[in-house]
């Protein structure tokens, strides 16, 4: 069963760092596009990045290029995000979510994790 | 990039009606887009891809349709399970993006 657990949010001030995990099992995030998507609160779905299986191919929202970056680990199968210069308006729910290669659609998301950014 | 607008934002609808979602693309996107179902306190549910085609597993009551800029999720008998809120997402290009979203909501 294809199963995705988010984890790693938190309540962090303006400016901070977090890392998001995304521990996935019944598939294997290096054959796979993984993404993230965020929700603020109250609000609709945002797309944030994406890192392609097998190569190190990725791609960002620009509300966050240089300051998030999305990383993989194939021997944990684990999916990552590390968020820097953390802003307010960074605040939502953080969702990562499968891609097949070439699919494009997110056929299964974690349950989400919490970031709050505020002093 | 691209941007959809889906409409309406909310539906007021009842149990067994018909309802028509609409979603549109700032720029063509071929038949690339995916519907999804959001209920509060979860995370979305895939439903559909390539515009028309139903994921496993879904009701044989949801339906898209639509190519290039102008799309369509049906629900052909609203039952008790549907109501909430559904986004639709292109995937023709990145960055990825995804419509405001449209709140079905019971009447």
């Known amino acids: 069963e294809v199963q995705l657990v988010d984890s790693g949010g938190d309540l962090v001030q303006p400016g901070g760092s977090l890392r998001l995990s995304c521990t996935a099992s019944g598939f294997t995030v290096s054959s796979n596009y993984m993404n993230w998507v965020r929700q603020a609160p109250g609000r609709g779905l945002e797309w944030v990045s994406v890192?392609?299986?097998?190569?190190?191919?990725?791609y960002y929202a620009d509300s966050v290029k240089g300051r998030f970056t999305i990383s993989r680990d194939n021997s944990k199968n684990t999916l990552y995000l590390q968020m820097e210069s953390l802003r307010a308006e960074d605040t939502a729910v953080y969702y990562c979510a499968r891609a097949l290669p070439f699919g494009g659609y997110l056929d299964y998301w974690g349950q989400g994790t919490l970031v709050t950014v505020s002093s | 990039d691209i941007q959809m607008t889906q409409s309406p934002s909310t539906l007021s609808a009842s149990v067994g009606d018909r309802v028509t979602i609409t979603c549109r693309a700032s720029q063509s996107i071929n038949i690339w887009l995916a519907w999804y179902q959001q209920k509060p306190g979860r995370a979305p549910k895939f439903l559909i891809y390539k515009a028309s085609s139903l994921e496993g597993g879904v009701p044989s009551r949801f339906s898209g349709s639509g190519s290039g800029t102008e799309f369509t999720l049906t629900i052909s008998s609203l039952q008790p399970d549907d109501f909430a809120t559904y986004y639709c997402q292109q995937y023709k290009s990145y960055p990825y993006s995804f419509g405001q979203g449209t709140k079905l909501e019971i009447k």
């Open positions: 890192i392609y299986g097998g190569s190190v191919t990725t």
